[in-house]
């Protein structure tokens, strides 16, 4: 762990990815937790009007970074696309917190934001790029690090601008903190990343259609949706977990902030250790593994008739957790090793089926049970979800074989 911490300070073309992106983490922290609350409660946005927003501004961050991770493999550097998105940013979530208004907050949301979210898979692009000189364990060990730095940010963030907030009429003055934030990676990327990204453009670069067919292969696609269908249940637990909390468990919305962020905080170590993890093991089979743990950590909520039960259940809810955060990174990535840029826009991808896939199962969940009964059908879909990709490794290593 150490020497991955000491590579990563050495080498400019990770440490200013790596910092910039333990910055962008801010934009993510100090918005998403008071998103809601400033569109429907202060700006008196409808229910409807509201998910239709967050629905189409999904549409907006998956396509921006699928473009753009297929126009960053062609370009020299990376580095006037993040400084473009860091200014898309600033503009975005400063004129949130500057001019208190639905149109502007809907505009916003729906373009700018988005574009600025999708800096997160370029400074992903540009680590792969540089990681792909190395030996695989070290470039795993590299991506658990610093997507574990990322979620440090998560966990301090969200409690910070509660504090400062504590006594505020409004929650826009968060969004100037995200355009601060934003300010903060134009300016890294601006002055001391002047060479960062890949050497140069592959000697041939396939058009723009075809590249984008290489996502639509069924090889590259089928494993895009089990990563999604993993992902998922992170995504089915953060619905979840605060209800079961309010309810079956007998907590209050304390222990909804509590837990939230203790779970943040312990998926950093845990990052690192399935890093290590996959210095020694298949990505696949350390993935999972740390599937299984969720699973059982989602079967166990189920069951959950006391605050204390859900504490008890912190260590699996975050090693689980970190595994699913983490480890799809690399997995993605391995898909289409030869593009960085659209090898790392998969991650977007995987977020914007797996979004889905969360409501999917929590409507379906609540439809035929209560919230417990909901996390019961996650546990049962991730059980199937591992059996798949456990399957298709299998099926890929059959293939390699000399008939």
């Not at 008196?44 to 998910?51: A, E, F, Q, V």
């Not at 692009?125 to 610093?146: E, F, H, K, P």
């Not at 890294?188 to 292969?217: E, V, W």
């Not at 391995?334 to 999917?360: E, K, Q």
Request: with cysteine; aromatic share 10%.
């Amino acid at each position: 762990m150490s020497s991955t911490l000491s590579l990563i300070l050495r080498d400019n073309r990770i440490r200013i990815p790596a910092v910039t992106l333990v910055a962008l983490a801010f934009t993510y922290a100090s918005t998403a937790p008071y998103q809601s609350i400033i569109g429907i409660n202060e700006l008196n946005l409808s229910n409807g009007t509201y998910s239709a927003l967050i629905f189409f501004s999904a549409i907006v961050n998956v396509t921006t970074s699928l473009t753009l991770g297929i126009w960053s493999d062609r370009l020299k550097e990376r580095r006037p696309l993040v400084l473009g998105l860091s200014v898309a940013g600033m503009l975005g979530f400063g004129s949130i917190a500057i001019f208190h208004s639905p149109a502007v907050f809907v505009v916003s949301t729906l373009l700018l934001v988005p574009m600025s979210n999708s800096t997160y898979s370029l400074l992903f692009a540009s680590l792969r790029a540089r990681t792909n000189q190395m030996d695989r364990g070290q470039a795993a060990g590299i991506t658990a690090t610093v997507r574990a730095l990322f979620s440090g940010s998560w966990a301090l963030a969200p409690g910070m601008i509660g504090l400062y907030l504590v006594n505020s009429s409004s929650m826009t003055p968060a969004y100037g903190i995200a355009a601060l934030a934003s300010c903060t990676c134009f300016c890294l990327y601006f002055f001391f990343a002047p060479g960062n990204g890949t050497a140069g453009p592959a000697p041939d670069q396939p058009g723009f259609m075809a590249s984008l067919k290489r996502i639509f292969m069924p090889y590259v696609l089928v494993r895009v949706i089990v990563m999604a269908l993993l992902f998922g249940l992170q995504r089915l637990n953060s619905m979840l977990l605060p209800l079961i909390i309010t309810h079956s468990g007998g907590g209050s919305v304390v222990d909804v902030g509590f837990i939230a962020g203790l779970t943040a905080f312990l998926e950093m170590p845990f990052m690192m250790i399935w890093g290590m993890a996959q210095r020694r093991f298949r990505t696949v089979h350390v993935l999972a593994f740390g599937a299984l743990i969720y699973c059982a950590y989602l079967l166990l909520l189920g069951f959950a008739a006391a605050p204390w039960h859900i504490y008890a259940l912190l260590l699996l809810n975050a090693c689980g957790a970190a595994a699913i955060l983490s480890v799809p990174i690399t997995y993605l990535q391995d898909l289409i090793a030869d593009r960085p840029g659209l090898g790392t826009s998969l991650i977007s991808l995987n977020t914007f089926i797996g979004t889905g896939i969360a409501a999917g199962l929590f409507a379906f969940g609540t439809s035929i049970s209560d919230y417990s009964g909901t996390a019961f059908v996650g546990a049962a879909a991730g059980f199937a979800s591992i059996g798949a990709l456990l399957y298709l490794e299998s099926a890929r290593r059959h293939a390699r074989q000399p008939a």
